[in-house]
């Protein structure tokens, strides 16, 4: 299975399928990545306030975000989801822990994987992050109804290469069995 970096290419001039559908014409779709650019900076200044004053970046947040819904994350499943350079993970990641935000531990099953958590302080920082951009989701969602969160998950998820999205599921499906586990 390959990666999907971006739609197949068309020789020049050739027509696509639905290129006559207004919402797939060339204007449109220039507009979807504008407002799409503009979406993200705007709801991660949500939180940069909060950022500064605790002298972290948007990598930082990244890192709390994904280890605070997936606990038990793995280092290279985290590396993969975020497509980040191993330096440039060790060194956000390393901050975290010296704060002692984020807590390592050694596999159980596989001793040479280092599984990532957070810890109380880590939670209250991650929580106090998610609380502001939530409330900023749940306006939106408010004004748009669910039909229109439904669709806008599922371009989402179709705007992920095929890489991401299994690295995903596999970290989802391991939170699932870890849990069980726990039972």
Known sequence: MTDRKGPPRRPAGAAGAGSGLLFLREDEMRQAQELMTLAWRDFGAVVDPVLEELGLGRAHHRILQLVGRHPGIAVGALQDLLGITKQSLGRALGELQARDYVAQEVGRR???????????????????LFDLQREKLVGVYRDVGAASVEGFRRVMQGLMDDRTRRVLEDVIAAGERARRARM
Request: no cysteine.
């Open 110 to 128: 596989d001793r040479r994987l280092r599984l990532l958590s957070l810890t109380a302080a880590g939670a209250a920082v991650e929580r106090q």
